[in-house]
C-alpha cells in the first residue's frame, strides 16, 4: 500500500523555522521525484519545492527560494522540508505528492498524495 505521512508543522510565529517530514512507502520511490505543495484556504495547491530521489536534484518555487530547503533521506525512505524566516503568506495546508520521473511544478501529475500537514504562520 502507498502512503505518504506527512508530519510537523502547526501555529509557528514570523520568522521561525519548523521542519516538515514525508514518511514514504509502499514502494520503491527511487525512479520517482517528490515534491510539496501548499494550499491556503480557497486556493489550489501551489508548488513549493521538489527533489529526484535518484540523484537529488531540487527545484524550488519564486516565492521560497532562499528560505526553504527540501532533502531526502535514503535510509529512512523520509523527504523534508525545512522552513526558515517564514511568514503569514506562508500559511496553508502542506502535502507531500510523489511522481515517476523528473520533479515538475504541475500538482496535476502527480501521482502519491499525502493527507497534509498544516502550518499556520502568525505575525
Known amino acids: 500500500q502507498v502512503q505518504l505521512v506527512e508530519s510537523g508543522g502547526g501555529l509557528v510565529q514570523a520568522g521561525d523555522s519548523p521542519r516538515l517530514s514525508c514518511a514514504a512507502s509502499?514502494?520503491?520511490?527511487?525512479?520517482?521525484?517528490m515534491g510539496w505543495f501548499r494550499q491556503a484556504p480557497g486556493q489550489g495547491r501551489d508548488f513549493v519545492a521538489a527533489?529526484?530521489?535518484?540523484?537529488?536534484?531540487?527545484r524550488y518555487a519564486d516565492s521560497v527560494k532562499g528560505r526553504f530547503s527540501i532533502s531526502r533521506d535514503n535510509a529512512k525512505n523520509t523527504v523534508d522540508l525545512q522552513m526558515n524566516s517564514l511568514n503569514p503568506e506562508d500559511t496553508g495546508v502542506y502535502y507531500c505528492?510523489?511522481?515517476?520521473?523528473?520533479?515538475?511544478?504541475?500538482?496535476?501529475?502527480?501521482?502519491?498524495w499525502g493527507q497534509g500537514a498544516q502550518v499556520t504562520v502568525s505575525s
Open positions: 505528492a510523489a511522481r515517476r520521473g523528473l520533479h515538475a511544478v504541475v500538482a496535476s501529475v502527480y501521482d502519491d
Open positions: 509502499g514502494r520503491s520511490y527511487s525512479s520517482y521525484s
Open positions: 527533489i529526484r530521489w535518484s540523484e537529488g536534484s531540487v
